[in-house]
Structure formats: C-alpha cells, structure tokens
C-alpha cells in the first residue's frame, strides 16, 4: 500500500477483466438513507453515553448557505436556450465556503465515498473530527500522469471515489505510439472513466428504485483534479473552439479533440440525471488520484 505525504491510500489495481459488481456494490451501499461513518463500536457507545445515535455526517434538509447560494452546494447551473451554460460547470469553492474551511475540511469521508462538506456547519464531530457533509453531492478526484524514459513514453490514470471504494482506479493508457502518452491525454482519459463511472452509479440506483428502494436522490457529481488544462478547457475554451468549427482562436485545429467532444457527449449524459461540475485544485490537494496513476506505472 503506498503511503503519499502522510496519506494512506488503499489501492485497487484495475485490470480489463474487472469485476463490476463489486463497484456496483458500493453503489448500493451508498443509497443508504442516512449513511452513518464507520466508526468503532466502542466509540459508537461513547455517543450513545451521549444521548446520541452515532457519529451522522448527512445534512440534507436545511437552508441556503452563508453566502447566499441554494441549499445545494454546487449550485444548479442554469439553462440558456436549453443549454447549460460550460462556465457554471466550474465549482468554484472559495464562493461556496466561509474562510474557516481548509480544502481538506470541504471533503468529507461517508464510508467508502467522498462528499463535500456543509458550508453552514460550524461544529466537527468528536470523533472523527469532519464538518457534516452533503452526500448528495459526490467528489470524484482524478489524476492523469505521464512518464518519459530513454526509449518511450508511458502514462496512466488514477479515479479516487473513496478509501477502500471498490471502483477506485490505477490504470495504464494503452499504445505504444509515444503520441498516446501526454499528460494532457492522460488527464483526459482519465475524466473519461470517471464520467462512465458516474453513468453506472446513477444506473445501479434507477434499478433499486425501480425494486421499491427510497434513495437519497443524487444531486451533483464534483469532478477533481489538479489539472487548468482539463478544467479551463471544459469550462472555458469548449463553446468558443465549437463556435470556431473545432480551431483555435489562432486557427490551429484543436489537439484531442475527438476526446473533447466524446467528454462533451459523456457531460450531457450524465447531467440528464445529475449536475456535473469541475473542481480545480493545487496537485497537493490530489494526491489520492495521483497515487493511484503513479502505481500504474510502477506495476506495469
């Protein structure tokens, strides 16, 4: 198991034959209504001496926020002309959350998930020391990494859902042509799994639904990662390079683009369901998924 800057992360090295119902399991697992941490039992019992029923991290059913957004905290991007519009795909946390919350405290561990912390909460738990947490929002953190050696170049992907989450990945990018291997192509790749990835959960959870399961409904998939170019690209550049038939504002052809109008396809998918933003962060605050592409390349 690696150990990055004082961080513990399980890995699960994904393969082509990987077992999805695994992935689907923890699907199931986090429909629970509410989720309650996995603390020790000893522990459970010192909050029951407490007049408490546990250690609870769902807020799901209380006013907006101190700064004036909906109850949701990503927001609900609006509609022009039918369209979302790309710039409010950007999650923008230094608007969503008061000076108190560090980066890492805007990230709430529920199971084997990541959430986004309530930006009204004011007190963390005495035992696990976190804000409460909305779980209808899921954090998905990715990393794309690229490794140049004397003879060629490699790259893989890490996903990060969770701790010990089953759906975790730590991927190669196949070819042998030193063009599939950029860092760029990587970080691609990689949100491309992830969208895929959220479709099977939102799937997983239409068919409990369908079985008479009440489900916490899911409102926003927060996407991770430490890379502007994925990000500004997504939130930015998209809508002009379309509005340019696919070239630069220079009028050079754009590089990947094939992999952007197949994100651009994956997006739209997902957010018939579900809200799809991009979190940018500095690569300090991503080290879950850049463990986890870094063991691909270690393994492979």
Excluded at 192 to 220: C, D, F, H, Q, Y
């Amino acid at each position: 198991m690696p150990s990055t800057a004082g961080i513990f992360v399980p890995v699960r090295i994904n393969t082509k034959k990987k077992k999805l119902k695994e992935f689907e399991d923890e699907a199931e697992e986090l429909a629970r209504v509410p989720r309650v941490s996995r603390i020790p039992q000893k522990e459970k019992a010192h909050h029951s001496s407490q007049g408490m029923e546990g250690c609870v991290h769902s807020s799901t059913a209380h006013g907006p926020s101190p700064k004036g957004n909906s109850h949701h905290v990503a927001g609900s991007p609006e509609k022009k002309d039918g369209e979302i519009n790309h710039a409010d795909r950007r999650f923008h946390a230094e608007n969503e959350y008061p000076t108190r919350f560090s980066l890492q405290e805007m990230e709430i561990d529920i199971g084997s998930w990541i959430c986004l912390a309530c930006p009204t909460s004011t007190r963390k738990c005495r035992d696990c020391k976190q804000y409460e947490g909305h779980e209808d929002s899921l954090v998905i953190a990715i990393h794309g990494e690229c490794l140049t050696e004397k003879t060629r170049k490699r790259s893989a992907i890490g996903v990060f859902y969770g701790r010990g989450n089953a759906g975790n990945i730590s991927w190669p990018v196949p070819g042998k042509d030193d063009h599939s291997h950029t860092t760029q192509i990587a970080d691609l790749t990689a949100c491309l799994r992830a969208l895929r990835n959220a479709t099977l959960i939102i799937e997983k959870r239409s068919k409990m639904m369908r079985k008479g399961k009440v489900l916490m409904p899911l409102n926003t998939f927060v996407i991770k990662t430490d890379s502007e170019y994925l990000v500004r690209s997504l939130t930015e550049w998209l809508p002009k390079w379309k509005k340019n038939g696919w070239k630069t504002c220079k009028g050079v052809p754009v590089a990947n683009a094939d992999m952007f109008k197949l994100l651009e396809t994956g997006i739209i998918m997902v957010e018939m369901v579900v809200q799809v933003k991009f979190w940018l962060v500095p690569k300090e605050n991503n080290l879950e998924a850049t463990c986890l592409a870094k063991m691909a390349l270690m393994m492979e």
